[in-house]
């Protein structure tokens, strides 16, 4: 069993900050990367960012320079840094890990969490 826990959503107001959380526990061998996708009323999930074990990061266009991913590899805590958010940052976010739960399977799968929403708003 893997679960993936996020926190830090909320409402915000445009220009604001929030800081998003995940750690990901239970039968975990090895996380190949960890990441963040968003889904908006009416539209498909998008990629936010997503952060490798070695430290290589990968962002969508609509958040280069606003938004900043990191990962503390010990704890299997991936985060995102939004800041200057906008009104169609407002969202669900949703964490995901692709890993392993045993040193034996072939491919990495992927893990969601259950999302947190982040509004923003005057």
């Known amino acids: 069993q893997v679960q993936l826990v996020e926190s830090g959503g909320g409402l915000v107001q445009p220009g604001g900050s929030l800081r998003l959380s995940c750690a990901a526990s239970?039968?975990?061998?090895?996380?190949?990367?960890m990441g963040w996708y968003r889904q908006a009323p009416g539209k498909e999930r998008e990629l936010v960012a997503t952060i490798t074990t070695g430290g290589s990061t990968n962002y969508a266009d609509s958040v280069k320079g606003r938004f900043a991913i990191s990962r503390d590899n010990a704890k299997n805590t991936v985060y995102l840094q939004m800041n200057t958010l906008k009104p169609e940052d407002t969202a669900v976010y949703t964490c995901?890990?692709?890993?392993?739960?045993?040193?034996?399977?072939?491919?990495?799968?992927?893990?969601w969490g259950q999302g947190t929403q982040v509004t923003v708003s005057s």
């Open positions: 239970g039968s975990i061998f090895s996380i190949n990367a």
């Open positions: 995901n890990a692709r890993l392993k739960t045993h040193r034996y399977l072939s491919d990495y799968l992927d893990y």
